[in-house]
């Protein structure tokens, strides 16, 4: 597997993507919020992977792109708050369909604008550089990181007496 910083990222956008579809297709409610569920855990360490690795990388690497990336910061907190308000629903509720729609819009809309507008910038003015490499690597073993470290927090959850 590539570890290309921008060939991670391409993939995991497929990945939640194919969440968003399931999640379309799905009527039942219970299923629904199961898939809320992972596409909101995903968009977690994806967000933050891009948040404090790539972002950041390229910001000091390719300084003309800073409009897009902030943008992009500015995109990702949107995102933020349209997830807090899902969790604040039940599956069950009348619009908690709707909600989630709107939060895929929104990421459909920042996964279109990294892909199409500034991946193909940085590609462009890096090429196959091992930077790129480097941050993949990084950003694989901050997820896998943050993975572990989020399963656990669950578990406590469940175990702790209420
Ligand atoms: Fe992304
Ligand atoms: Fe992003």
Same mark, same amino acid.
């Given at each position: 597997m590539?570890?290309?910083a921008l060939v991670v990222l $391409?993939?995991?956008h497929a990945e939640v993507k194919r969440l968003f579809r399931a999640f379309e297709k799905t009527d039942d409610a219970a299923k629904r919020g199961e898939l809320a569920e992972q596409i909101i855990f995903k968009l977690k360490l994806h967000t933050e992977v891009e948040n404090t690795? &790539?972002?950041p990388q390229i910001l000091k690497t &390719?300084?003309? &792109? $800073?409009d897009e990336i902030l943008e992009s910061y =500015? %995109? #990702? #907190?949107?995102?933020d708050l349209i997830i807090a308000e899902i969790? $604040? &629903?039940k599956p069950t509720a009348e619009n908690f369909e709707a909600r989630v729609t709107v939060l895929i819009e929104n990421v459909e809309h #920042?996964?279109? =604008? %990294?892909e199409d507008e500034w991946f193909p910038k940085v590609r462009k003015a890096l090429g196959r550089d091992e930077l790129l490499q480097e941050w993949g690597e990084q950003m694989i073993s901050k997820m896998q990181e943050m993975q572990s470290g989020l399963t656990v927090d669950l578990t406590? %959850?469940?175990n702790t007496p209420r």
């Open positions: 590539s570890t290309d $391409k993939e995991d690795i &790539l972002y &390719l300084p003309d &792109l $800073k =500015e %995109e #990702h #907190h949107a995102v969790e $604040k &629903l #920042h996964i279109g =604008e %990294e406590e %959850e469940v």
